[in-house]
């Protein structure tokens, strides 16, 4: 079966801080893979998403960046982190098969920027 | 744009009291609408794929409907360890992204 990891679970990072968070996606090939946002009792905002090693789609200009070094594994970054990056990050992972192609949650990490 | 709301953003219910959730969604051809569990501190959990109007999908106390312009989620006699955030997604033929909406926030008090 398949199952997605991500970590940290929770992190506190001070203003102008780098950030790297890693997501790895166990038990399947070549999946898409998303990088969501979610504020305080807010709906998840899409921030990158990926269709295969080294592809990256942007959804909103902003302070992070995404990459896909390997199949299963997707990362988010930034150099630089604002008051404004905190909240809970999502990975998600999902195929296009047969039409079934829902996506699927890691455990989120929380991120708190001071 | 495409776009998804629900309503109503918050539902409090009485153990046992039935009710539904609603998800009304605008886009430029339905691939598939979703449906979420999200507990508090937790990713969301997968509950349902629908495709296309009349379709209807059932688990437990929980049944998905779809018409064309919107999606509604029944839950029949409601047990406290169904509260949780109930999110709704859309995606669309042309594209690898999903659209969430805001979520309804279900309280079921014992």
């Known amino acids: 079966s398949q199952t997605i990891h991500q970590w940290p679970a929770t992190l506190v990072q001070p203003v102008g801080s780098p950030l790297s968070l890693e997501c790895t996606v166990e038990?399947?090939?070549?999946?898409?893979l998303y990088w969501y946002r979610q504020a305080a009792g807010r709906g998840l905002q899409l921030l990158f998403y990926s269709v295969g090693i080294g592809q990256i789609s942007s959804e909103v200009p902003q302070n992070l960046s995404a990459s896909r070094p390997q199949d299963r594994q997707f990362i988010l970054s930034s150099k630089k982190l604002l008051l404004s990056d905190s909240g809970f990050y999502l990975c998600a992972w999902s195929l296009l098969a047969g039409g079934s192609n829902e996506q699927f949650f890691g455990p989120g990490t929380r991120l708190t920027v001071l | 744009e495409d776009q998804v709301t629900q309503s109503p953003e918050a539902l409090r219910l009485q153990e046992g009291e039935s009710s539904s959730l609603n998800c009304s969604y605008t886009?430029?051809?339905?691939?598939?609408l979703f449906w979420y569990r999200q507990d508090p501190g937790k990713g969301p959990e997968f509950l349902f794929t629908?495709?296309?109007a009349g379709e209807e999908k059932e688990k437990e106390r929980l049944k998905a409907t779809l018409t064309k312009k919107e999606s509604f989620l029944h839950i029949t006699a409601p047990k406290p360890e169904d509260s949780a955030t109930y999110l709704c997604?859309?995606?669309?033929?042309?594209?690898?992204?999903?659209?969430f909406g805001p979520g309804t926030r279900l309280s079921v008090l014992p």
């Open positions: 038990g399947t090939s070549n999946p898409n």
């Open positions: 997604a859309v995606q669309a033929n042309y594209g690898q992204n999903f659209v």
């Open positions: 886009v430029s051809g339905l691939r598939g």
């Open positions: 629908l495709y296309s």
